[in-house]
C-alpha cells in the first residue's frame, strides 16, 4: 500500500519541461533573422535571373572583374596574415612580458578603432599625397583595422591557463614550442574571428580604397551606382563580390574547427607572471610605438592641421550639431538592435552546431561582406515594390544596419558564449525553464563579450555612409555623410570637424571595447 | 634525491616562504601538507623552476637546480586540476610529454593508459569529455610518460569526491611506487596527506613547522600547532613526575623524565569511555552532551571538568545516552610537547 502511495506520488511530481524547449525558441528566432538576412542575396540573385546569362557572362567575365578579383585578393593575402603575426606580436608583448607601460599600449592598441577608416585614408591621402595604389591600401587597412584581430587575441591570452603553458614546460618542451603546440592552437578561434572580421571589411569597404585610389569591388560599384544607377552590371559585381564573402567565410569555418577552447576544471585560472623581456625591451617599445605613430599620430596631426588652417569657419554648428544627434541616435539604437538579433544565431553556433546551423550562420554572415549600397539597393527594390511607406524610414535605415552588422556582433558573441563553461548551462536547463536557464548562465557570463560586440557594431555605424545616405528619411545629415560630402568637394579644411567629432563620438565605445575586452579576459 | 637548503622567496613585502630546508628521498613519496597560504605551492613552484628563490639552494640528485629552466629539470608537475590541454585528444596529451616520438609511442600511450585504469577506447576523447577522475588519471599518465626523475603533485585530488579521492590516491600510491619515481605531494588534507606520505614535511607560515615519518608527526610533533593541524588533539597542562604526568583526567604516562610543568598531549582514540567505572587508574569523569550515530559506531561529544572544551570521542559503547555520566580511561601514553602552548 505505502508503495503504491509512493509510486502514484511520484507519478504525481510534474515533469520539467522539455529540455529543447530553449534551442527550438532559439532555432526560430535565428531562422526568422537569418531569412531577413536573405534579402539581400534573393535581390541579386532576382536581378541576376532576370539579366539572362548572355549578359551575365558579358558583364563578368570582362578583364576589369579580373582585376578587381586580382586586387581583392591581394589585398587579403597581405593584409590578414600581416595584421594576424603583428596582433599576436603586439598582443603576446602587452599581456605576456614586462615591457614597460603595458596598460597604455593596450590602450594604443585599440584607439585606432575611434579613428574611422576613411578618415585614416583622409589623414593619409594629406599626409603622403603620393603615396597610393596597393602599398597605401594594403598599410591603411592594417592600421584602421589591427584592433579587429587584436582585441580577440590579447583577450583570450588573458584567460588562457597559466597550469597549461607550465605544465607543458615542466614536460621537457621550450618555450618556443609550448607557445606554437599549446598556446597557439588555443589562440585560432580569435585569430579566426579576426581575420573574418578584417577580410568583410575589406571586401566591404569604399570610402577608404577610394581615396587611396585602389580598386576593390566595392568602389567599382558604388562608381558605377553613381554613375549609371542600379543597372545590371552595379549588381552582377555585387554577386561576384557575394561569391567572395562565402568563400571567405568557409575558409573560416575550416579553419576554425571544431576545438574545446574553454579552460577544463573547475578552479580558478591562477594569475600568471610575465617574461622577462631584458636586452629586447628597446625593440619591443620601438615596434609599438611606431604603430602608435603610423596609426595615430599622422591622423592627429592632418586633423589639427586642417582644423587649424581652416580656423573658426570651419565650426559651422548649425550644421555640426544635428549631425551630431542623429548619428549619436542611430548608432545607439543600432547597436542594441544589432546584438539582439545576432544572440539566437551566436548561441546555436557554439551550442547546438548541424547542418542548419551552418546554413543559417552562413546566412547571417555573408551579408556582413557587401558594401553598403548592396543592402541599401535591395531595400530600396523591396520598400518600393513591397510596401512604400517604409521607404527612407529610420525602421528601413536600422533594419540595413542590423544586416550590415550582424557579422561584427555574431563574431565576439560566438567568442564569448564559447568560452562559458557549457556544464553550467546544462546545468541549469536540468531545473526546468531552458530560456531563463540560458539567459541565467550563458547570457551573463557572455555579458562582457555582448557588450564589446555592441560596441563594435557602434563604431560601424557611427561612420557608416553609403546605405545611410540612400535609406535615411529625408533631412538627415549624420557626420559621416557631411564628412563625405566635403571630402569629394577636397574641402580638407570644412570635413575636419566632422572627422574629429567622429572621432571622439568613437572615444567611448572604444573605452567600452576595452572594458569589455579586458573582463572577457578576467572572466 | 631532491634537498633544498634555506631558501626563501618574498614577493615584495610579502614573505612566502623562509629558510626552507627538505629533503625528499629517491624513489619515496613526501608529502607537504599545510593551511592555504603557508607557501606550500610556492615551494612547489620553486622546485619545478617556475620560480627563483631568492635565498638558499635547491639540488636534483646533487647537481644544482639554480641557473636550470623549467623544461630541462626533468621534474614532472601535475596541477590540480590536471592541466590537460583541451585542444588536445588524451593520446595526444600523453604523446606529448614522450620525449621524442618513438615507434613505440602508441604502445606506451596504451600501456600508460592501463596503468592508471583508463581503458584504450578513450584515447580519442578530448578532455572535456572526461569526468574529473579521468581528467586525474590522464595526467598523471602523461606525467609518467615523461618518465621523470621527480614528480610534483599540486593538491591533485582536490577537486574530487570523497570516494573517488580516496580511490585515486591509492592508484596514485601504487603507480608511482611501481615506476619507483620519488614525489612530491602538496596538499592541505591531513589525514591525505598521513595517508599518502613516506615522508611529511609540515609547514605553517612559510616555514617548516615539523618533518618526519608521519607517524612520528602525529604521535610526537614538536608543536601544539602541528598536533592540532594533523587531527583532533587534547592538550593538558599537567605536573610531571616520576614519569607521570598529573592533569585533570588524572595521572597520566608520559614519555619524559624528570619533573617540571608542561602540555602534554592526547589523542581522542587514546580515551575510552565507559558508562561505569573500571578500575582506579587514569579515570575521570565526563558529561555526555551529544552523540551522533555512525554506522559501527558512535560520536560522542563529552564535557570535562577542568577542560576548557569538549572532546569528541569515538566510541563503541552503544549504551551511553545524551546527559550520562561516564568514566575515561587514558590508554598508551601521552605525548610532552617541547614547548609550552
Known amino acids: ?523 | 634525491m631532491l634537498q633544498l637548503v634555506g631558501v626563501s622567496k618574498s614577493y615584495g613585502d610579502q614573505q612566502a616562504v623562509s629558510d626552507i630546508g627538505i629533503v625528499a628521498p629517491a624513489g619515496r613519496r613526501t608529502v607537504i601538507v599545510g593551511p592555504s597560504g603557508s607557501g606550500k605551492t610556492t615551494l612547489l613552484r620553486l622546485i619545478s623552476g617556475f620560480e627563483r628563490p631568492d635565498d638558499g639552494s635547491i639540488t636534483l640528485d646533487g647537481q644544482p637546480l639554480d641557473s636550470v629552466p623549467p623544461h630541462q629539470r626533468n621534474i614532472a608537475y601535475v596541477a590540480q586540476e590536471g592541466a590537460l590541454f583541451p585542444h588536445m585528444s588524451v593520446a595526444d596529451n600523453i604523446g606529448f610529454a614522450m620525449p621524442r616520438r618513438a615507434t613505440d609511442c602508441l604502445a606506451r600511450i596504451d600501456d600508460l593508459l592501463a596503468r592508471v585504469g583508463l581503458p584504450t577506447s578513450m584515447k580519442s576523447r578530448r578532455p572535456h569529455e572526461l569526468s574529473g577522475g579521468q581528467q586525474q588519471r590522464v595526467a598523471l599518465a602523461r606525467a609518467l610518460a615523461q618518465q621523470p626523475a621527480l614528480m610534483l603533485l599540486d593538491e591533485p585530488f582536490s577537486a574530487l569526491d570523497a570516494g573517488l579521492r580516496k580511490n585515486m590516491r591509492d592508484m596514485v600510491e601504487t603507480v608511482l611506487r611501481e615506476a619507483g619515481i620519488a614525489s612530491i605531494l602538496v596538499t592541505h588534507d591531513q589525514s591525505e596527506a598521513l595517508a599518502f606520505a613516506d615522508h611529511l614535511v609540515v609547514m605553517q607560515a612559510g616555514r617548516v613547522a615539523d618533518a618526519g615519518p608521519p607517524q612520528r608527526l602525529y604521535d610526537r610533533p614538536n608543536t601544539a600547532a602541528t598536533a592540532r593541524f594533523l587531527g583532533p588533539a587534547i592538550i593538558l597542562d599537567g605536573d610531571i613526575r616520576d614519569g607521570l604526568a598529573h592533569t585533570v583526567l588524572g595521572a597520566i604516562r608520559v614519555d619524559a623524565t624528570g619533573s617540571r610543568r608542561a602540555s602534554i598531549l592526547l589523542r581522542p582514540e587514546q580515551l575510552t569511555v565507559s558508562p561505569v567505572q573500571v578500575g582506579t587508574s587514569q579515570i575521570a569523569e565526563a558529561t555526555v552532551l551529544s552523540r551522533l550515530y555512525q554506522g559501527a559506531s558512535w560520536r560522542l561529544k563529552i564535557a570535562c571538568p577542568g577542560l576548557d572544551q569538549p572532546i569528541d570521542i569515538v566510541t563503541s559503547a552503544h549504551h551511553v545516552a545524551t546527559a550520562d555520566t561516564v568514566h575515561l580511561r587514558v590508554d598508551g601514553e601521552g605525548h610532552v610537547l617541547p614547548e609550552k602552548t
Open chain 1, 1 to 523: 500500500m505505502t508503495v503504491t502511495t509512493d509510486l502514484q506520488s511520484i507519478r504525481a511530481i510534474p515533469k520539467p519541461r522539455a529540455r529543447w524547449e530553449g534551442p527550438s525558441f532559439i532555432l526560430c528566432a535565428a531562422v526568422v533573422t537569418g531569412l531577413l538576412s536573405l534579402l539581400p542575396l534573393a535581390f541579386v540573385l532576382y536581378v541576376a535571373l532576370t539579366s539572362g546569362w548572355q549578359a551575365i557572362a558579358d558583364l563578368v567575365l570582362r578583364p576589369k572583374v579580373g582585376t578587381l578579383l586580382l586586387n581583392t585578393s591581394a589585398l587579403l593575402a597581405i593584409v590578414l596574415p600581416v595584421s594576424a603575426v603583428l596582433a599576436l606580436a603586439f598582443a603576446w608583448l602587452i599581456e605576456r612580458t614586462d615591457i614597460p607601460f603595458a596598460r597604455f599600449w593596450s590602450w594604443i592598441m585599440v584607439a585606432p578603432l575611434a579613428v574611422p577608416a576613411f578618415v585614416h585614408s583622409y589623414a593619409w591621402s594629406a599626409f603622403a599625397p603620393r603615396f597610393h595604389g596597393l602599398g597605401a591600401a594594403v598599410l591603411v587597412s592594417i592600421l584602421a583595422y589591427l584592433p579587429f584581430i587584436y582585441l580577440p587575441i590579447a583577450a583570450q591570452l588573458r584567460r588562457l591557463d597559466p597550469a597549461l603553458e607550465e605544465t607543458a614546460q615542466s614536460m621537457g618542451k621550450s618555450p618556443p614550442i609550448v607557445f606554437l603546440r599549446v598556446v597557439l592552437p588555443q589562440l585560432r578561434l580569435a585569430i579566426m574571428g579576426g581575420a573574418l572580421l578584417i577580410g568583410l571589411h575589406l571586401l566591404a569597404e569604399y570610402g577608404l580604397f577610394v581615396l587611396t585610389r585602389f580598386d576593390t569591388f566595392a568602389t567599382v560599384i558604388v562608381d558605377q551606382f553613381q554613375s549609371v544607377g542600379n543597372g545590371p552590371s552595379t549588381n552582377l559585381l555585387g554577386g561576384v563580390l557575394v561569391l567572395l564573402c562565402l568563400i571567405l567565410f568557409g575558409l573560416e569555418t575550416r579553419l576554425r574547427g571544431r576545438e574545446r577552447y574553454a579552460r577544463v576544471g573547475a578552479g580558478a585560472a591562477r594569475s600568471r607572471r610575465r617574461s622577462t623581456l631584458g636586452r629586447w625591451t628597446w625593440p619591443a617599445l620601438t615596434l609599438c610605438g611606431s604603430f602608435a605613430l603610423l596609426s595615430l599620430a599622422v591622423p592627429a596631426w592632418t586633423l589639427l592641421r586642417w582644423l587649424a588652417s581652416g580656423g573658426a569657419e570651419i565650426w559651422r554648428f548649425d550644421f555640426i550639431l544635428p549631425a551630431l544627434g542623429q548619428t549619436a541616435l542611430l548608432t545607439l539604437s543600432g547597436a542594441a538592435l544589432t546584438t539582439m538579433a545576432a544572440l539566437p544565431i551566436a548561441w546555436l553556433t557554439v551550442r547546438a552546431p548541424s547542418r542548419l546551423q551552418k546554413l543559417l550562420e552562413a546566412a547571417h554572415s555573408y551579408v556582413g561582406a557587401l558594401p553598403g549600397i548592396i543592402i541599401a539597393l535591395a531595400l530600396v527594390t523591396v520598400t518600393v515594390n513591397v510596401y512604400l511607406p517604409l521607404y527612407q524610414t529610420v525602421a528601413i535605415l536600422l533594419f540595413a544596419y542590423v544586416l550590415m552588422f550582424l557579422p561584427r556582433a555574431l563574431v565576439g558573441l560566438r567568442t564569448s558564449i564559447a568560452q562559458a563553461p557549457v556544464e553550467l548551462e546544462r546545468a541549469a536547463t536540468s531545473l526546468g525553464r531552458p530560456l531563463s536557464a540560458i539567459w541565467h548562465t550563458t547570457i551573463r557570463l557572455a555579458a562582457p563579450g555582448a557588450l564589446a560586440s555592441a560596441a563594435l557594431v557602434g563604431l560601424g555605424i557611427t561612420t557608416e555612409l553609403t546605405a545611410t545616405l540612400m535609406l535615411a528619411p529625408n533631412g538627415t545629415r549624420t557626420l559621416a555623410m557631411r564628412f563625405w560630402a566635403h571630402t569629394s568637394e577636397l574641402d580638407l579644411a570644412m570635413a575636419a570637424p566632422y572627422a574629429l567629432l567622429m572621432v571622439l563620438l568613437s572615444v567611448p565605445l572604444v573605452v567600452l571595447l576595452h572594458g569589455g575586452a579586458d573582463r572577457m579576459g578576467q572572466a
